[in-house]
Structure formats: C-alpha cells, structure tokens
Nanobody, 126 residues
C-alpha cells in the first residue's frame, strides 16, 4: 500500500500550506489516515486524524485551531490545511494509515499505523 505526501515547502511565520496525502491505485475503505510530524532530534508526534466513522476529527493541542484535516473520497486524498504557521511547526510531515479496528485511545500512537508515506518537509522561518 503506497501513500504519497506532498505540498511541503519553505514559508514564513503566519503563512499557510496545504499538504496532500494520495493513495494512487488503492482504496482505503478499511483504513483511516492521519498526519504525524517529526522535527530534527525529536520523536515522531501525532498531528491530526479522523474518527473511525470519519465524522470527528482529532488534533494535537499544539495545532488545534490552526490545522484542519479533511478528505476528498472521490480523489482518495486526505489533506492537512495548515494556517498561522509557526517556526515550531517545522518538521517532516508524514501521512499514515491505520486499520479501522484501532481503538480511539490508540489513534495518536505511531505504532497504531500500518502504512506510511515518504514524508514532506515543512520549514517555517521566523
């Protein structure tokens, strides 16, 4: 299963970016996608995901109110709209997919995700 993350780049603080996570040629009817990020020298951390039924979105406290996860089922693509970017948002952002059987309390753990994209670098300058 292949996930392709794109949309990263170099921006200034306060700017916006939209990341995309495509899954060409594959359907994810039994998988739920989410976003993680990893800054240099730090562990990979949860950013955003959907609930099992897709009706609810969850965010890390550090991005709540600034980032929005969404999806376009027709395009089989998940997005991460990032607004009001801060230098501390600088990281490699990864798209990942987990089984729909994963319980809610485990959806923020990287180990709960079976499939990962290659990552896209977001750099926010001050």
């Amino acid at each position: 299963v292949q996930l392709q993350a794109s949309g990263g780049g170099l921006v200034q603080a306060g700017d916006s970016l939209r990341l995309s996570c495509a899954a060409p040629g594959r359907t994810f009817s039994r998988y739920i996608r989410g976003w993680f990020r990893q800054a240099p020298g730090k562990e990979r951390e949860f950013v955003a995901t959907f609930s099992r039924d897709g009706g609810t979105t969850y965010y890390a406290d550090s991005v709540k109110g600034r980032f929005t996860i969404s999806r376009d089922n027709a395009k089989n693509t998940v997005y991460l709209q990032m607004d009001s970017l801060k230098p501390e948002d600088t990281a490699v952002y990864y798209c990942a997919a987990r089984s729909s059987s994963i319980i809610l309390s485990a959806t923020r753990r990287p180990l709960s995700y079976d499939y990962w994209g290659q990552g896209t670098l977001v750099t926010v300058s001050s």
